[in-house]
């Protein structure tokens, strides 16, 4: 039982097009993330969310969109892909731990996308 | 603005040694301080979490410790077994920004 999955786990696509990468958490999480890992290998988060309140890295163009149809699950859209987009992207949860922190983060296993 | 740090960027050294990853953060006002491995071509699993009231914690051969005030994390690993060789993070938490980490030490055991 994979505790966060995400797919695809490889996506190969040109640039200008749309893409979307699902995740999917069974662990009762309340809140949930995207994060970016580069060339360097260097982590940034992307997104957090919960049924609260999405917070949004100022770095991160608007062709990226999170949509969470549900607790579970939070979908990471991108529009007009550019090359500089090439990256994994992983998504990770936790449950709030209260007063604005956090618990233990979970992460999938990470989605490559090449931008040709 | 967190930033996180970590030293070395990479560490070789022969299976059986004791080591110790070092992680520094310039803004104290942490929520918690995670370690994470990474294997190659997979993703993060978290190691130990340390509160930010807390001063250490131990998972088997591994002993992270905290100093919020001098703004360092050290993780410690104790007979050191081909099977650790791997990237080790340090991630803090602080507030909007989520957790916001370190660049990684690329650890390698030496059979």
């Known amino acids: 039982d994979t505790a966060v999955s995400q797919t695809p786990k490889y996506l190969v696509t040109q640039m200008g097009n749309d893409k979307s990468i699902k995740c999917e958490q069974n662990l009762g999480h309340d809140t949930m993330y995207w994060y970016k890992q580069d060339s360097k290998k260097f982590l940034k988060i992307m997104f957090s969310?919960?049924?609260?309140?999405?917070?949004i890295n100022e770095t991160v163009p608007n062709r990226f969109s999170p949509k969470s149809p549900d607790k579970a699950h939070l979908n990471l859209h991108i529009n007009s892909l550019e090359l500089g987009d090439s990256a994994v992207y992983f998504c990770?949860?936790?449950?709030?731990?209260?007063?604005?922190?956090?618990?233990?983060?979970?992460f999938g296993e990470g989605s490559r996308l090449t931008v040709l | 603005k967190q930033e996180v740090t970590q030293i070395p960027a990479a560490l070789s050294v022969p299976e059986g040694e004791n080591l110790v990853l070092n992680c520094s953060f310039t803004?104290?006002?942490?929520?918690?301080l995670q370690w994470f491995r990474q294997d190659p071509g997979k993703g993060l699993t978290s190691l130990l979490l340390i509160q930010s009231s807390q001063r250490e914690q131990t998972s088997g051969r591994l002993n992270a410790s905290l100093d919020k005030s001098s703004g360092r994390s050290t993780l410690y690993i104790a007979a050191s077994q081909p099977g650790d060789s791997a990237t080790y993070l340090c991630a803090a938490q602080g507030g909007a920004d989520g957790l916001t980490f370190g660049k990684g030490t690329h650890l390698i055991i030496q059979p």
């Open positions: 969310y919960n049924n609260k309140e999405l917070i």
């Open positions: 803004d104290s006002a942490i929520y918690n």
């Open positions: 990770a949860s936790s449950q709030d731990a209260g007063g604005g922190a956090s618990g233990e983060l979970f």
